[in-house]
């Protein structure tokens, strides 16, 4: 059985076929205690129904952040967002860092108590680009 979401057009999800299994290469399996730390920290950094900010737009979309995550104290999932330069190149008029002269990234990192399903803390810094 296929549902098609509000708002799709139907031709659009008629012509699309699920695989049998999904395939091999690319295969990512996320526990459902980081998939809900990911969701939070998410939410909570690019709300879905924040308004669009004065920054350029590629910064206010969700799909310009990389994401890792790994466990962290007891019931704790560490959270880390990272500006993909690649979605979203940096701007050469920001910060940067001494040595290179290349712009800093930012990363964003949340501390989420999968027990409670709430943010702990939220950290920021800034690091040389790799």
């Known amino acids: 059985m296929v549902a098609v979401h509000p708002g799709t057009p139907p031709a659009e999800a008629?012509?699309?076929?699920?695989?049998?299994?999904?395939?091999?290469?690319?295969?990512?399996?996320?526990?459902?205690?980081?998939?809900a730390a990911i969701q939070l920290a998410m939410d909570h950094f690019r709300p879905w129904e924040?308004?669009?900010?004065?920054?350029?737009?590629?910064?206010?979309?969700?799909?310009?952040?990389?994401v890792t995550a790994a466990?962290?104290?007891e019931g704790v999932v560490l959270v880390q967002l990272t500006l993909d330069d690649q979605r979203c190149p940096p701007d050469p008029?920001?910060?940067?860092?001494?040595?290179?002269?290349?712009?800093?990234?930012?990363?964003?990192?949340y501390a989420v108590d999968i027990r409670t399903q709430r943010l702990l803390s939220i950290g920021r810094r800034f690091q040389r680009h790799p």
């Open 14 to 35: 008629a012509n699309f076929t699920f695989p049998v299994e999904l395939p091999l290469q690319g295969l990512i399996r996320i526990d459902g205690n980081t998939a």
């Open 50 to 66: 924040a308004p669009p900010s004065r920054q350029p737009a590629c910064l206010d979309r969700r799909d310009s952040y990389d």
């Open 71 to 73: 466990p962290g104290p």
């Open 93 to 109: 008029s920001e910060s940067v860092e001494a040595t290179s002269g290349k712009p800093l990234q930012e990363i964003v990192l």
